[in-house]
């Protein structure tokens, strides 16, 4: 009789369990189907603007500015990987935590903004949650503005913050730049790139990069070089401003435009310039700058010791010196996309 009553309760547990356990699951489900779907990823441009904008009503510092000094920092981030980091998620600026808590500050690790400021430190409250975080994005753009608009927000006036930001003229000349670029345009999306002449012409090029030349002493060919008929069309490859116009005893007359990577274009051999390219003109990517040619290796206008082509190479700015790297690789990406794209008209 145990036995039967021990084995009608476990049958009776049976049953409760898939009486109300069944359903439950069964509820579940349709639960997971209408749950609400994630939400997008955010777009680092539209975020960085943000940022910027919102910095700017409470310095009074135009949102361009600030965006010129974070590219700058974020290009030498590309630049020295090795010896800086990007602090923020979307704000490139860098400083030391030294810097940051103040140079006597005993606590190097310090985010409370009154003993910062006692100590002279560079962190301040950007966001007001009470703390001075040297990773919060809006902390870093509060502090490094406020350096800036202590001098005041003409054009003189950054000029000069500048320089006792960075003590480097280079620098202030690339932040300068770059705030000039992002004023014309009203947008920060601006790394779109066309290929040095046009993709349907008759050209030809293989990467010469670090072979050796002789002229003028012995040397490596910092660039490549694009064989095409003599008045072809070169192209600027970026949106950037003319930084250097003029002769060259090995570049015969060429060019050298500053982009927002602080990546500097230079085009050699050319022979002439478009009426309107001065130093400080600024170019958008496939917009024509000059024309194919083959002057150089001599005083001004000395042409013809070599078929006309174009030379064309990239310095990267690593802050104190420039340093080349082979725009081969790059030149067929933007081969590729534009014949891409012309595919698709």
Known sequence: MKSLQAYCTCLFICLFSLVWLVPDTARAAPALKNEAPAKSAVNPIEKRRELYEQISVLSGIPWYRLAALDQYERALTKANRKSRQQLGQYIGIFVTEREWAGLLNPDDQDEQPRSIRWFNGFGLDGDGDGVASRTSDADLLYSAAKKIMLFGTTEEEFETALWHYYHNPRAVKRVQQFAKLYAAFDRLDLFEHAFPVPVRSSFSYRDTWGTSRSWGGYRIHEGTDIFAHYGLPVRSTCYGIVEV????????WRLGIRDLNNVYHYYAHLSGFD?????????????????????????????????????????????????????????????NEERRRLKKK
């Open 245 to 252: 116009k003029g002769w060259n005893p090995y570049g015969g």
């Open 275 to 335: 009426k309107k390219i001065q130093i400080g003109t600024i170019v958008t990517p496939g917009q024509t700058v000059g024309w194919v040619g083959s002057s150089g290796y001599g005083k001004p206008g000395t042409q013809g010791k070599f078929p006309p082509h174009l030379h064309y190479g990239v310095y990267r700015d690593r802050g104190y010196v420039e340093w080349s790297f082979d725009p081969y690789p790059m030149l067929k990406q933007w081969e």
